[in-house]
């Protein structure tokens, strides 16, 4: 079964730091692209960040940039998201989502996310 | 950044009715689009892909359009289980951009 469990959310405060985990099973994690998405109380989906199959390339939306860092370590089949600088906005739900389209597919620059974990939760406050 | 603009942000609607959901894009973005259902209090679902193309399973009832800047996702006869909100969600460039999101009930 494929599988994404995250971890690391916690209530922190204004200008902390933290590092939420994903831990993917069930397919071949080194093959795919993998998405940090996150969710604030009764909002929509935000996309945060994107890495590619190697690391070579890594992505940010505007509002994290220079604050979030997104890893992977492919022997662990783990995706990790570094976050420093936190502010109260960045308080959400955190989902880690694997992209569908595997390296060297046709489709691999189309980014859609097929499979989520349950989130984890991030809070920052005083 | 491309923005993405959702609309109606809620919708209700009876059990048979056909529903339209409509994202525009704030500039062209091809056939770049994808749609999720998301139900209460479970996580997104990847319903279609690249505007029009239904994932495996999807039922028939779901269906996408549009191309360029306006997107269009219908549900051709509404059923209780399909309560959530749908998101759109573009891919031509990065950042990738989700609508607002629409939040649809029976009524």
């Given at each position: 079964?494929?599988?994404?469990?995250?971890?690391?959310g916690?209530?922190?405060?204004?200008?902390?730091?933290?590092?939420?985990?994903?831990?993917?099973?069930?397919?071949s994690?080194?093959?795919?692209?993998?998405?940090?998405?996150?969710?604030?109380?009764g909002?929509?989906?935000?996309w945060?960040?994107?890495?590619?199959?190697?690391?070579?390339?890594?992505?940010?939306?505007?509002f994290?940039?220079?604050?979030?860092?997104?890893?992977?370590?492919?022997?662990?089949?783990?995706?990790?998201?570094?976050?420093?600088?936190l502010?109260?906005?960045d308080?959400?739900?955190?989902?880690?989502?694997?992209?569908?389209?595997?390296?060297g597919?046709?489709?691999?620059y189309?980014y859609?996310?097929?499979v989520?974990g349950?989130?984890?939760?991030?809070?920052?406050?005083? | 950044d491309?923005?993405?603009?959702?609309?109606?942000y809620?919708?209700?609607?009876?059990?048979g009715?056909?529903v339209?959901?409509?994202?525009?894009a704030?500039?062209?973005i091809?056939?770049y689009?994808?749609?999720?259902?998301?139900?209460?209090?479970?996580?997104?679902?990847?319903?279609?892909?690249a505007?029009?193309?239904?994932?495996?399973g999807?039922?028939?009832?779901?269906?996408?359009?549009?191309?360029?800047?306006v997107?269009?996702?219908?549900i051709?006869?509404l059923?209780?289980?399909?309560?959530?909100?749908?998101?759109?969600?573009?891919?031509?460039n990065?950042?990738?951009?989700?609508?607002q999101?629409?939040?649809?009930?029976?009524?």
């Amino acid at each position: 079964e494929v599988q994404l469990v995250e971890s690391g959310g916690v209530v922190v405060q204004p200008g902390g730091s933290l590092r939420l985990s994903c831990a993917a099973s069930g397919f071949s994690f080194d093959d795919y692209s993998m998405h940090w998405v996150r969710q604030a109380p009764g909002r929509g989906l935000e996309w945060v960040s994107l890495i590619d199959w190697d690391s070579g390339n890594t992505y940010y939306a505007d509002f994290v940039k220079g604050r979030f860092t997104i890893s992977r370590d492919n022997n662990k089949n783990s995706l990790y998201l570094d976050m420093s600088s936190l502010r109260p906005e960045d308080t959400a739900l955190y989902y880690c989502a694997k992209d569908k389209f595997y390296y060297g597919s046709d489709n691999y620059y189309d980014y859609a996310m097929d499979v989520w974990g349950q989130g984890t939760t991030v809070t920052v406050s005083s | 950044d491309i923005q993405m603009t959702q609309s109606p942000y809620s919708l209700s609607a009876s059990v048979g009715d056909k529903v339209t959901i409509t994202c525009q894009a704030s500039q062209d973005i091809k056939n770049y689009l994808n749609w999720y259902q998301q139900k209460p209090g479970k996580t997104p679902k990847l319903l279609i892909r690249a505007a029009s193309k239904s994932e495996p399973g999807v039922p028939s009832r779901f269906s996408g359009s549009g191309s360029g800047t306006v997107f269009t996702f219908t549900i051709t006869s509404l059923q209780p289980e399909d309560i959530a909100a749908y998101h759109c969600q573009q891919y031509e460039n990065v950042p990738i951009t989700f609508g607002q999101g629409t939040r649809l009930e029976i009524k």
